[in-house]
């Protein structure tokens, strides 16, 4: 079975092709990742020379190269995007093209083959905000951010394939994921990687945000679980179960570092910034038997641990790019 994988250069897209590659059953895929390799994504990510792994450095938009990539493919999981919400208030451009454009590129290439399933990866921010509750995935999508809307409008476009044509699309929408590998300009990899150089952290406005967090291993198992036993034209909403305010995750992460509140420095927030994200993900644990297993105490201890012991992914030049 031939599975392509876009965005496997990034942060969940590799930790979901490491697992799929570590495995030796005797029906284990082989995997094509297509990537742009933007900052965001390094080769680094995945392993050199694995007789199961073929790389394309490309465009999910260039259609000739995706028409080709598609013809030897049985399924795909879909990761590749513009990810990070500051940058797509600065210009939102990009996140149409890769977020919007890119996808339907992919999904008329998928239909010409006759490709599924396909998975599509999407984000609990397409929700918008929930001030209390937690969303089931019939709740009417609400996106306040630039990304957020190009997320929605790739969701509904792949479900519109499903409907009209009948391409086998499932879409999964999670909640923030941590752990290993993830570029160091979202908030936990950001205030790590700033405490381990010995400089404050900038939480946004008075870090009452509230976000649900997800080991990318647990993230990566529900994709996976979505993938080989989820139905056709079907959302499934993956939560981690814990939530946090952005100033509880702030004392937890000064913590670990062993450093004290006077190394924190609030700034400006967030233009748009939704208060609270939250999914309901029993319809994922009752038909596909998900369900969280990092504890977060744990996970966190290990991700920080990874980025003290693993200097060379993101020192400069590396993470010259971020914030
Ligand atoms: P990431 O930014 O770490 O990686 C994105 C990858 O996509 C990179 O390797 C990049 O090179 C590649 N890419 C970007 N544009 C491309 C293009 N035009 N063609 C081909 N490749 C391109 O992202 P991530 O955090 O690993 O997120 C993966 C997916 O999960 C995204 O779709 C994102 O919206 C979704 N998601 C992420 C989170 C999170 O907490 N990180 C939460 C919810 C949903």
């Not at 879909?78 to 990810?83: I, L, N, T, V, Y």
Request: hydrophobic share 35%; charged share 25%.
């Amino acid at each position: 079975m031939n599975l392509l994988v876009t965005g496997a250069a990034g942060f969940i897209g590799s930790h979901y092709v490491r697992t799929l590659l570590a495995g030796d059953a005797p029906d284990a895929p082989r995997v094509t990742v297509l990537d742009k390799l933007t900052y965001a994504g390094t080769l680094g990510n995945l392993p050199t020379g694995h007789p199961r792994l073929d790389f394309v450095h490309g465009d999910i938009t260039d259609a000739g190269l995706v028409d080709k990539l598609m013809s030897g493919t049985d399924q795909v999981v879909h990761f590749a995007a513009e990810s990070h919400v500051d940058r797509s208030i600065e210009g939102a451009g990009e996140f149409v093209r890769t977020n919007v454009l890119g996808t339907q590129t992919l999904l008329d290439a998928a239909l010409r083959h006759g490709v599924g399933p396909f998975v599509h990866v999407s984000t609990d921010e397409v929700y918008g905000s929930v001030e209390t509750g937690s969303c089931t995935e019939d709740h009417p999508l609400a996106p306040s951010s630039p990304y957020s809307a190009s997320k929605a409008s790739s969701d509904l476009l792949a479900l519109a394939h499903h409907h009209t044509h009948g391409l086998d699309v499932r879409i999964t929408r999670c909640s923030n994921n941590y752990g290993p590998r993830q570029f160091p300009e979202k908030v936990i990899p950001l205030f790590v990687t700033r405490l381990l150089e010995g400089r404050t952290v900038p939480p946004y406005g008075d870090g009452r945000h509230v976000r649900d967090w997800l080991h990318v291993d647990d993230h990566c198992r529900g994709v996976d679980l979505v993938r080989t036993h989820g139905r056709p034209g079907e959302v499934y909403n993956i939560g981690g179960g814990t939530e946090l305010s952005n100033r509880d995750l702030t004392g937890l992460l000064l913590e670990a570092c062993g450093a004290g509140w006077d190394r924190v420095a609030y700034v400006a927030d967030r233009k748009g910034h939704d208060l609270r994200y939250s999914v309901d993900w029993s319809k994922a644990r009752d038909e596909l038997g998900y369900r969280p297993r990092r504890d977060f105490t744990t996970g966190l201890a290990e991700t920080v641990a990874w980025y003290r012991d693993n200097r060379h992914w993101w020192e400069p030049p590396r993470r010259s790019d971020a914030r």
